[in-house]
């Protein structure tokens, strides 16, 4: 029986590999890879985002300025519209990923996958209210 199971899960993982979601994450992906001024700017946010976790490992509590230039720096990325792009993209893909999650949640727990939204949730409905 478990091998049913992980069979059953890769084959999920195949068919969510081959969704128009997780394709266009990909794309959009690779455009803001290719671009030097996103690049440039996620650079700088793994930088600061190391400097910062650093900094709180070390025991430090965060200044407001701290967070105020790591707010700065993330409205630069949004700004950037390859970056906002792919990160828009990205969210509705880890929006189907949860629904996924949340409808296998349901079936263990014997509950109906019903967002309460009206909608049923084994049509594709996507709501994101599940």
């Known amino acids: 029986m478990s091998q049913n199971i ?4 890769t084959l999920l993982g195949n068919l969510l590999k081959e969704s ?3 394709k266009e ?5 690779a455009a803001m890879l290719q671009d030097a001024e996103a690049q440039k700017l996620l650079n700088e946010q ?6 910062l976790q650093m900094k709180q490992m070390q ?9 105020a230039a ?7 990325m ?14 509705k893909f880890e929006n189907l990923l949860n629904t996924v999650n949340q409808t296998i949640n349901n079936a263990l727990m014997g509950q109906q996958d019903s967002c309460g939204s009206g909608c ?3 049509t594709g409905c996507h709501c994101g209210g599940c």
Do not use: H
Not at 6 to 9: G, K, L, P, T, Y
Not at 46 to 51: G, L
Not at 70 to 76: C, D, F, G, P, T
């Open 6 to 9: 992980v069979e059953q899960a």
């Open 20 to 22: 128009a979601e997780f």
């Open 25 to 29: 994450v990909r794309a959009k992906e």
């Open 46 to 51: 793994q930088q600061v985002q190391q400097s």
């Open 59 to 67: 025991g430090q509590q965060l200044t407001q300025e701290d967070m």
């Open 70 to 76: 790591y707010k700065e720096l993330e409205s630069k």
């Open 78 to 91: 949004l700004a950037n519209p390859l970056v906002k792009d792919y990160f828009d993209t990205r969210d």
């Open 120 to 122: 049923d949730c084994n």
